[in-house]
Every structure is written in C-alpha cells, then in structure tokens.
C-alpha cells in the first residue's frame, strides 16, 4: 500500500465514520476449519466473504483474525511471509504467527499486537527465528512509541527534522512463536514501508533491502543482521535509484517494494514512482549483496506514477512491473471508459530484466465496481520451470492465477472474486479500504491475506502448476535461485 502518510489522515478522518463489523453481516465465528477442502458455500458463510470462483479454485482453510475496524488504518493486516509450516502475518499494530501444517486447519499462535500505532502496514520477513518488521510513520511521542513493550529510543534520523522520532526496522527473536522478543531496531531516515531478506549464509548474516516508499529517499537502505547475534544489526548505508531513464531524463524512483533473485541471476529491482530500477548483486555485472550496482532506471509510461511491486521469473529474464493508481483506496478496476478509469490502471507489465524491453502486458479481464478498492497489488511466481505462473492478490478483486508463459498471450486460468463490502460512513459515501493484501503460492497451497478477515487458504487443481517445487520457507519478495524457463536453455 502506497502513501502511508496520506492513509493516516485519511484513517483519522474514516474512525468517525466506521461502523461495526456485525453490521456487515459478517459470519465470522470460526478460527479455522479442519477438512481439507471446503464446499465453496460453506466457507462462505464461514469467512463472510461471498466469493465467486473458478471451478479449479478450493478453499481449504481460515484463520480469523481479531481486532479489525473497517475503515481503521491502524486496525488492518497486510503482508505474509513462511518459515516451514509456519506463516508470519504483519498487521498495523504487529503481526500473528500461525501453524499451517494442515493448510485445511491453520491455527493461530499468537496474535502479538506490541508495536504502538501509528506504526504503519507492519510488512514482515524471516530467517529462522528471526522477524523482521517494518516502520514507517515517525512516532515522536515517547510515551506511545512503544514496541514489544519497551519504549523505543529516538533515532538519529528522527524522520522530519526536528522531529527526534524513530522509523526503520524492528527485530524480533520468535523461538518461542507465542512469546516473540524484540531483539534490537534499526533506526532510517525515511522508515521502513517495506522489507525483502535473503540469507547470506556464508558469511553468517541475514541481508535486508528496505524500501521507504519516500520521494525524499528514492532507493534503499541495507541493513545486515549477525545470524549468530541478531541484537547487533550493521547498517550499510543508502543505495540511490537515481539515474538516465530510456529517454535521456535524470529520473529518481521512490522504491515502495523490491523484487530479488538470486541464483544466476543475482538482481534486485525496486518499483517505484514512474517506474523501477534494477540492480546487480554480483557477478560479471558488478556489485556485491552489501553494495548492489545499479544498472538502469526505467520509466514505464502509460500514466504510471504510482510504482508498487516488482518480481521475477524464476529464470531471471523477466521482470514483472506492478504500480497503484489511487493507492490502494480507490477503485482502480472498473471498465475502462468508466469516469477516468483505463486499462493501463489495472495492468501487469512484463519487462526484459536487462534491456527494460516491454515483453507483454496483462490487463485484469474481471471488471471491479465503483465500491472495491482495487490495484494489482502484491504477487509472487509458482517456483516450476514447466510454466511461467504469477499468483497475486489485488484487494477486493481478490486471488488471480495468471500464465504468462507467452509474453504474447497472458492470459488468467483462475481466481476466487468475493463480493463488494458495503461502503461506510454516515452516508455510506467511503469505499472500504479492504480486501486481498496479498496471494502467494506455498508448498502446494494459495495463502491469501485478508485485510480484515485474516488468512484463507486454497487449493489450485490445475497444470499450470504441475511440477512445483516445495520450497522450506519464503519471503516472496525473494527468489532464492534461478530455475531454467519453459523452453529456454539455461538460466540467466
């Protein structure tokens, strides 16, 4: 979600018009449920969302989640991460682990509400016993800005000057996954919006790529944790994505989110703004995990201002460019031709990784109404090299499954679409910011995070994803390795 500052206002203006949950009908009484696949009917009633799905798309499980207010920023869940049979699931005041050893039962452990608000969307990575999580609303006040308990120290950044506030990273030990510590924070100039980690084995760190999603620091900041001392986090400065686009222009791209691949590939691109900008971590193409080397920016066009989420195929020679038009609170899926509405608002855009070459395009082909927030918000790519698959979650549009093994036809072989909430306020005049966060493929199963309800797992029957690798974690910012394409001869 774009614009955390702009959401703050606009959640303090939405408290007063927010009406209760139970108003909406929502049957929302069961923590989970435990058969391994559900009548579509019946998990309707169960999650209140009213979906509408295609034949090859199974709910298996939910896990409710506590504590949200429609129309209440502060109240909301967001990203999602794994650890093995475990899903991490940031929210605005913390976030909740959950056991999902039977993906038809996933059961909560802990519902850790610690860090005070505004603390902004919580996005969260993990290495082991390790959770990273984000900050990004500089918090001044020193009796509120609390997490795990504690009081958290102003940074020397402090956010605005002046300002003596603290916005980054937190660190948390979660050994014990209902009884997280915080370890250490790390304190950035312009917060952290979102985070994307990988391990660095060899020399025992945890490597995380922030991006503050801030005009004022277009790039990234690079913060390495100790495996073995995860209280002593090093800070390696700010890597700028700035530079000529295409065209010749000096353009700087406000990274909000950060694709990475490692493997062959060894790159990082960040979205962001007009467009994104790709980095090499190593290789004949210079740059290092600490110190990545910026290759290129590239300014997409097509009316993209709003740059949001960046990812790869699995063999590095593709790039998949999402942005959010009305960040994430406007209804940004309608028929094009309705009021401003656009194709381009509600497209994937598919890149050649080196050159910026445009390869394809995907244009939502499921109209959303003028009530459902919705953008081509967050996704990741199904690890087979038989099928280029994507699986993304777009708020109240909801799960998408898209195969763009032909850049030339992309096309969606499956979704679940539930219904539009109701609007709120007084006189119903405020859309709902609600809906799918995120989707993401794992082991074999869908994982959608739900705005407000909490996590829905499903279970995709079809060949688009034969041959899928079982993977023993994910932060699906992050791709591992390189895995050789449909019909390529190596990995790139």
């Known amino acids: 979600m774009k614009g955390l500052r702009s959401l703050t206002i606009l959640g303090a203006l939405l408290a007063a018009l927010a009406v209760p949950v139970a108003a909406q009908g929502h049957a929302l009484t069961y923590n989970s449920f435990g058969s391994s696949l559900m009548p579509l009917g019946e998990f309707n009633t169960i999650t209140g969302a009213d979906y509408v799905a295609t034949k090859n798309m199974h709910p298996m499980g939910f896990s409710f989640r506590e504590g949200y207010v429609p129309g209440i920023f502060g109240t909301f869940g967001s990203d999602l991460a794994?650890?093995?049979?475990?899903?991490?699931?940031?929210?605005?005041d913390g976030f909740r682990v959950l056991d999902i050893s039977s993906p038809g039962d996933p059961v909560e452990l802990v519902n850790y509400k610690g860090c005070a608000h505004p603390s902004g969307q919580g996005d969260v990575v993990v290495w082991d016993n390790i959770l990273v999580?984000?900050?990004?609303?500089?918090?001044?006040?020193?009796?509120?800005?609390?997490?795990?308990?504690?009081?958290?120290?102003?940074?020397?950044?402090?956010?605005?000057?002046?300002?003596?506030?603290?916005?980054?990273?937190?660190?948390?030990?979660?050994?014990?996954?209902?009884?997280?510590v915080l370890m250490s924070s790390v304190d950035l100039t312009c917060g952290s919006h979102t985070?994307?980690?990988?391990?660095?084995?060899?020399?025992?760190?945890?490597?995380?790529?922030?991006?503050?999603?801030?005009?004022?620091?277009?790039?990234?900041?690079?913060?390495?944790?100790?495996?073995?001392d995860p209280s002593s986090p090093t800070y390696h400065g700010f890597k700028r994505a700035q530079g000529l686009d295409q065209n010749g222009t000096n353009t700087n791209i406000s990274c909000h989110d950060?694709?990475?691949?490692?493997?062959?590939?060894?790159?990082?691109?960040?979205?962001?703004?007009?467009?994104?900008a790709v980095w090499s971590m190593g290789?004949?193409?210079?740059?290092?995990?600490?110190?990545?080397?910026?290759?290129y920016v590239h300014r997409v066009g097509r009316g993209v201002s709003v740059g949001h989420s960046a990812a790869f195929s699995w063999d590095g020679s593709t790039l998949i460019f999402g942005h959010e038009p009305g960040g994430g609170s406007g209804a940004r899926c309608q028929e094009a031709g309705v009021g401003s509405q656009t194709d381009d608002m509600k497209t994937l855009f598919f890149f050649d990784a080196l050159s910026g070459e445009l390869e394809g395009t995907h244009t939502l082909p499921r109209p959303q109404t003028a009530d459902e927030n919705c953008t081509m918000h967050n996704y990741n790519i199904v690890p087979t090299g038989l099928k280029d698959v994507l699986v993304h979650g777009s708020y109240q549009s909801g799960i998408g499954v898209v195969d763009f093994t032909d850049r030339s036809d992309i096309k969606e072989v499956a979704y679940a679409d539930p219904a539009p909430l109701p609007r709120i306020g007084s006189t119903g005049q405020s859309i709902q910011v609600a809906g799918d966060w995120s989707s993401y493929w794992y082991n074999g199963a869908i994982y959608e995070a739900d705005i407000g309800r909490g996590v829905m797992a499903w279970q995709l029957s079809s060949n688009v994803v034969a041959g899928a690798a079982k993977l023993s974690y994910l932060?699906?910012?992050?791709?591992?390795?390189?895995i050789d394409g449909p019909g390529n001869s190596g990995s790139r």
């Open 283 to 295: 290789g004949e193409r210079g740059g290092s995990y600490l110190e990545p080397e910026l290759q």
């Open 475 to 482: 932060n699906p910012q992050t791709q591992e390795y390189t």
């Open 133 to 180: 999580r984000t900050w990004d609303s500089n918090n001044s006040t020193g009796a509120t800005r609390t997490c795990g308990g504690e009081p958290v120290p102003a940074g020397p950044s402090g956010g605005p000057a002046g300002t003596g506030g603290f916005e980054g990273l937190h660190i948390f030990d979660v050994s014990n996954p209902a009884d997280p």
């Open 82 to 92: 794994f650890w093995g049979d475990k899903a991490y699931h940031g929210t605005w």
């Open 195 to 228: 985070a994307s980690g990988f391990p660095d084995v060899e020399n025992n760190r945890f490597v995380v790529y922030s991006t503050p999603s801030s005009g004022s620091c277009p790039g990234i900041d690079v913060v390495s944790i100790p495996l073995d």
């Open 258 to 276: 950060t694709g990475i691949i490692r493997g062959d590939a060894n790159l990082a691109a960040c979205a962001g703004g007009v467009g994104f």
